[in-house]
């Protein structure tokens, strides 16, 4: 995946192949860089006509006589690896390793057994003066080591040992944008790796975008599947549940009509009217000795109303019966509309209202 | 075969590809499929959903059949009844007046004026007869529950000369009509 993402993101390829160390060193004046014609005449001194092959800065030491610039140039060691658009000495990731181990003070030797041999430096502090290696076994890198610093008059005998790692490519494209000098390919394979690594990156962008607009579509596809899958089961209960729903406005059709009907039909279900009734109520209530003269009802909105002119013995009855008439049922109201002297009695004139019984 | 670009030609195309690309898928996916794509599960989704808010369930759809029948079963019979108690003949007031006429007689009435006619629906008996009271009351509450449906519009009693009472009685009876 992470080559995936570097070849999207246009990123070289890094990786270390075997070399040769030859170390070596220049002197600049004091505090310059040195240049590469000062690298340069250095290998000429030490090699005469022979292509300048790529190099390592080891370290740097101040003299009297300016900055002396410990390095190694790195000849390359067989074929490149193809797989890759820059490739950088194992010297190169090496020197790192030891680099990142903390320092004794004085001379002493930094080993890193690595799958390719043992490496063996030479350091003072955090200065490395010298890198060697890869030797087959420890033990003769360490005494071909101390052998050379013997003859530079230098003693060694603290021994650091370092760890070795595979480097990842982040480190490793760092490790090539820090040291642009220690590139062991030509320029003219360089170029045309990065052509090639180039036009890679320019098919997987496109198919990348093919694989985005696909990948969108296909999800949205996937929403339209669910989505008419969803619609396709309602449409489903539907179906499933129209016949019922037929039935339903059948009968609801049938059940207006049957009410349609019994409306047009209402007066026919009241009850017969129970004229009797009041009648009767009336007419258990006039007290002995009096009597009803006359009665006439009729019909009025919701009920009945009665005039009737009764014939009591005296004044006193006539309260009283009106009394005991609004205790008959179905009667609301009742209301002496006159009274007068008859004959030897008095006439009174009710008026009844109420409803059916 | 392998087509050999210029440099120029070829690092323009390598860097203008994807970007040509991406640009016209975008177009094409904003434009066309996507929003086709968009509109059609949109469209169903809210066809979905409406049927599943206005499609009610089978189990509710039987409680409200039952309902359903057992209200025109009630309004059935309710129908029923209102039809057996109207008169239904081709002559309602002489039907009303064949009814009642023997019915009050029986009674005790001694009728002296019988008038029938049917009008807006309704038969009318209008009568006038003489009768002691008991006897007036015994006719009221037969007519009272007469099967048919009877309804007494005006009802008045007074002394008549024969030391009975004289009665105006006027009765209606709905006829039959369909809706």
Redesign the interface.
Known sequence: MDQVLDLLGGLPRVALSPSHLLNGEVTTPYGQDPSHEGIEASWRDRAGDRPLPPWILLGRRDTPNGTVWRLCWCPPRGPSPTLAEIVLPEGLWTLERLAAESSPQGWHLRILGSPGGSWVGLWEGARCERLHGPYPSEAAGIERVRAIAAGAGIESTAEVRGTWRIPSARELRALAEAYPESELLSTTESVRRTGIRADRASVARVLAILALFASVTLGLGVLQAAAWSLRRSEDARLESVQPLLDRVAALRISRAALADSIWIRKDALAPNTPVDRILSGISRKIPEGSSLQALALERSDGGWRVRTEASLSDWNQVQPLAQSLRSVPGIAKVAVASQARSGTGVSAVLELEGEWP | MAVKLPSGT??I???L??WV??SL?LQ??LRV??LD??R??????A??AE??AV????AS??T??GS??K??VL??S??A???G??LESSDPGAELAARLVPLLGREGWKLQRVKAESKAGWATLDLGAEAD?EQ???G??R????PT???????????SGSGRLGVELQVAS?I????
Do not use: H, K, M, N
């Not at chain 2, 499609?55 to 089978?58: D, K, M, R, T, Y």
């Not at chain 2, 449906?149 to 008045?156: D, G």
């Not at chain 2, 039959?176 to 809706?179: F, N």
């Open positions: 070829r690092e195309l390598r860097s590809a994807p690309v991406a898928l094409l996916g499929v996507w794509q968009t059609s599960f949109r469209a169903d989704f066809r979905a049927l599943r499609v009610p369930e089978p759809l039987g409200r059949i359903l029948e209200d025109s309004l059935d309710r129908l009844s209102a039809r108690r109207t009271f007036i009351l015994s009221l509450r007519i009272r529950i007469q449906a009877l309804q007494v519009r005006r009802f008045s009693v007074r002394p709905p039959g009509a369909e809706p």
